[in-house]
């Protein structure tokens, strides 16, 4: 590969970028923590993706006969147990499988989350920039930030829903229509932490000497945002990114219990895990699952997000 | 029918047990020590008169009583009255617009001094005082004057002719309070009283000793009780607080509390608190059904502002069959047992109670029927296309099924979603929160009043015995719509000219066989044209010690109405 792609006319450009960002991946693999994470998240991603061609059981079924199945390994302890080979995970209150569940939930959970918390980056890193970079603009956005921060998100869920829930379920479909709801509502909420860290990260970069160096040599702004200030920004914004994430799954779980959310026969994690509450101390496995999911995933997230950090950051990686 | 049978077994034994044990507790008054009740709302006033929450009117119902009250059975039963009038024993004169009652003789107030009409008359005068906010003035409504010709004699006179004339003194809501008492305490002054009214002089079996607001009253037996050797207990300790899963551990699981009210849990979870032996569930039903309603008005959101008009009718839903098919579809033992279990039962009227109000007509959506209601359904026409939803000349039998956020109601939901479409009629479910859903926002489109969608369901159920006023709620000038701000409880828009002639009929009958009639009448018409399908008759459920004898769980008046006879099991 290496003679194949070392032309003669680019020699620099292409030995250079693939070297930087392999530099990056050693650093990374490095960090035991953030491969474990990695591992984990790429494995509970194809569980949710591809897990229910493999897996073909509907999750809205109900099988009343088999409600209240007790996972596989409780045969272990309790010979007496009811279980079944079928629903290795067991059945809820209504004979429902609940690893197909899990995974019907997890697709939601993850696609909100994920959705929800790339928009909130991106409004927060926007307006975060823009305030700490341009002083006329300070005042006003930082304002604006406060007076976001200051609106409640659940009547303001509230409003949303009143006002868009019929049009986008028209245009959408009814899951459709309150995804993009759901994840407009979270998105536009949550942004407010990201743009204050980075505002005051970017204001204390503007005074180092690598950017007054580089302004004297007539930098545009736009260069100097881009070139300069964001990758010195980038891991206060990935450590948001993370928690952003872990909110907006959590935030999500509690607006489908307050049926805010997704109708009540449309699984995520967070509704499995409040609708399994009232029978946490009978059957608690039907807590411990979509909590486990929820909260490795939110782990996984957050040591990738160190790791990153750690192998972005050139004065640790030791350039 | 098992569970019937476990039902009726249940009622059986709570009604006569205590008569069995009566005999052997007899003997003196406070024989039987300190009695603790636990109510997870915290009383904040002792007089009804000032508070419409039930759990004040039950702490109030401790020691202030109403002339006649209602027993478990709905019954009307004479309390410091002689008897019950009624057209029939003269006290209710013919044309229904006076009514007398004679108060029993010797009746003395915790104090010592006598009950006499003069106090009965004061009580009316008391919460019809102008600038007064009585809590109870529908209780009032129409009486036009109360006269006293004797010191045991009242005639309440009203302004129209009243067939149900047992509004005024009846009930825990409107009980009788010493005039000497209360006599200064008058319309806007009535608050201000507050000596009187945490500690109400009163004709009940206790007297409040210490009251403290939203925590704890402590009351002793009243030594002027009418009845020697009652009540059993000399001091009861009425704690308020907490919330309903500590109520049912307080009294199942520790044995701190001798009775706790209205345990709101899932039927599981109280019967595993029950296992510890200490304490027995009890369960009475009043006239709470789980039901679902069919909307016969289009609510497209394409109309606009035309939603839910009734120039508009359903696509759909308009069709009998349709509807029949969907009540066919029901298995409604396996709801009642999924989410109530011993704490409801099978009904198929909307009207389930009092008994003589039940109609039996109805009885067949009690077995569940798939084959015959897609039978229904293929006769009307609607045959399952492409993706097995039934159409017909272009419409589709899709429904969208609203109701407000509860786990029970999101499992009763997800099984009826199942079976409608298993017949093939296409179910989307949607939740909303209790407070916007139960709300009088005439702004928001998701109240149950609006019903912008085509199929709800919710609990609903009456005050007191009398089905006049629930039944009228579907005559067709009850219709929520713009011109009303969608006020109005016909939420389906039902109309019908013979429902609307019975109403009529029964605004006018006195005689309770024929209101019984029309009443039976009016809720098959409901029925039979299946624009209500009732799920689930739901009970009121509380615990007491297995130490507690006498408690007859009461859902028409006080859960603490026959406090007197209550009395501690041998030791």
């Not at chain 1, 928690?243 to 799954?249: D, E, Q, R, S």
Request: with cysteine.
């Amino acid at each position: 590969m290496t003679d194949a792609s070392l032309t003669k006319d680019a020699p620099v450009a292409a030995e250079k970028v693939p070297s930087q960002w392999w530099d990056v991946w050693d650093q990374f693999r490095g960090h035991k923590g953030a491969m474990a994470g990695l591992f984990f998240l790429t494995f509970i991603t194809l569980f949710c993706t591809i897990g229910p061609l493999l897996w073909q059981v509907d999750p809205s079924t109900l099988d009343i006969r088999n409600k209240d199945v007790r996972p596989i390994y409780t045969a272990i302890w309790d010979g007496d147990a009811k279980v079944s080979w079928a629903r290795p995970m067991g059945t809820d209150h209504l004979g429902r499988d609940i690893m197909s569940n899990i995974m019907q939930g997890g697709r939601i959970s993850l696609a909100v989350g994920w959705t929800a918390m790339i928009l909130a980056i991106l409004i927060g890193t926007l307006i975060g920039v823009l305030s700490g970079y341009f002083k006329r603009l300070d005042w006003a956005l930082m304002r604006f930030t406060d007076l976001v921060l200051a609106l409640p998100l659940l009547p303001l869920l509230l409003v949303m829903m009143l006002l868009f829930r019929d049009p986008l379920r028209a245009a959408f479909g009814p899951e459709n229509g309150i995804f993009i709801l759901i994840v407009t509502g979270i998105g536009i909420t949550s942004w407010m932490q990201t743009a204050r860290i980075v505002r005051g990260d970017v204001m204390a970069l503007k005074e180092r000497e690598f950017v007054l160096a580089a302004r004297s040599i007539g930098t545009p702004p736009r260069r100097m945002i881009t070139r300069h200030v964001l990758p010195n920004v980038m891991s206060p914004i990935m450590v948001s990114a993370t928690l952003g994430l872990a909110t907006a799954i959590i935030t999500e779980s509690a607006l489908s219990f307050l049926g805010l959310g997704f109708p009540s026969d449309f699984p995520t994690w967070g509704k499995i895990l409040f609708d399994s509450v009232d029978r946490m101390t009978s059957f608690p496995e039907r807590v411990l699952w979509p909590g486990m999911a929820i909260s490795l995933t939110v782990l996984a997230v957050n040591y990738i997000g160190d790791g990153l950090r750690d192998a972005l950051d050139p004065r640790i990686r030791g350039l | 029918m098992k569970l019937k049978t476990a039902l009726m077994g249940a009622v059986a034994s709570m009604a006569f047990a205590p008569m069995a044990y009566a005999d052997g507790h007899e003997g003196e008054r406070g024989r039987d020590g300190q009695l603790n009740i636990i109510y997870w709302q915290a009383p904040s006033i002792m007089n009804p008169y000032l508070s419409g929450g039930t759990k004040e009117l039950e702490a109030a119902s401790l020691v202030i009583e109403p002339l006649a009250r209602y027993d478990t059975d709905g019954n009307l039963t004479a309390w410091l009255a002689e008897e019950v009038p009624t057209v029939a024993n003269g006290g209710v004169s013919e044309d229904l617009t006076s009514i007398t009652w004679v108060l029993k003789e010797g009746l003395l107030w915790s104090d010592g001094t006598p009950v006499t009409s003069a106090d009965v008359k004061f009580s009316w005068e008391y919460c019809t005082a102008e600038g007064g906010g009585c809590a109870q003035s529908e209780k009032y409504l129409d009486v036009e004057s109360v006269d006293t010709p004797d010191d045991r004699t009242v005639v309440v006179n009203f302004s129209v002719a009243k067939p149900f004339p047992y509004g005024p003194f009846v009930g825990a809501q409107a009980p009788i309070i010493q005039a000497a008492q209360f006599a200064e305490c008058l319309g806007p002054r009535a608050p201000e009283c507050t000596d009187e009214n945490f500690n109400p002089i009163g004709t009940g079996p206790f007297v409040v000793e210490e009251f403290r607001t939203n925590d704890v009253i402590t009351l002793a037996a009243n030594e002027n009780y009418r009845e020697a050797g009652k009540p059993a207990f000399a001091t009861v300790t009425f704690k308020g607080g907490g919330d309903a899963a500590a109520a049912g551990r307080a009294v199942h699981e520790t044995g701190e509390f001798d009775y706790a009210w209205n345990l709101q849990l899932a039927p599981d979870v109280l019967s595993g608190m029950a296992e510890a032996g200490l304490g027995t569930n009890v369960v009475s039903f009043g006239t709470s059904v789980e039901r679902i309603l069919l909307n016969m008005t289009d609510v497209d959101p394409s109309l606009g502002e035309a939603r839910g008009v009734i120039g508009n009718p359903h696509p759909f839903l308009t069709e009998k069959p349709v509807r029949q098919a969907m009540s066919m579809a029901i298995d409604r033992a396996l709801l009642t047992e999924i989410g109530y279990g011993d704490f409801g039962r099978l009904t198929c009227n909307v009207l389930p109670a009092p008994a003589i109000f039940a109609s039996d007509a109805n009885d067949s959506c009690l077995t569940q029927d798939l084959e015959g209601a897609m039978a229904v359904l293929d006769e009307a026409g609607w045959v399952p296309g492409s993706d097995g939803i039934r159409e017909k000349d272009g419409v589709r039998l899709s429904v969208l099924y609203q109701t407000s956020t509860n786990a029970v109601r999101q499992d009763y939901q997800a099984l009826i979603k199942q079976w409608w479409e298993e017949i093939g009629i296409e179910t989307e479910l949607r939740n909303i929160d209790a407070s916007v859903f139960f709300g009088s926002d005439p702004g928001s489109p998701d109240t149950f009043q609006k019903f912008f969608a085509d199929v709800e369901m919710f609990t609903n159920n009456f005050d007191g015995t009398d089905p006049e006023a629930y039944m009228a709620g579907w005559t067709c000038d009850q219709a929520p719509q713009p011109e009303n701000q969608w006020q109005g409880n016909n939420m389906p828009r039902f109309c019908s000219e013979e429902y609307d002639a019975l109403r009529a009929e029964m605004a006018t009958t006195g005689d309770i066989d024929e209101r019984a009639r029309l009443a039976k009448a009016m809720n098959d018409i409901l029925m039979q044209e299946y624009i209500i399908l009732p799920l689930t008759h739901r009970g009121r459920n509380s615990a007491h010690a297995v130490t507690l004898g006498g408690v007859q769980l009461n859902v028409w008046d006080s859960e603490l109405w026959n406090i007197a006879d209550w009395y501690r099991i041998g030791e």
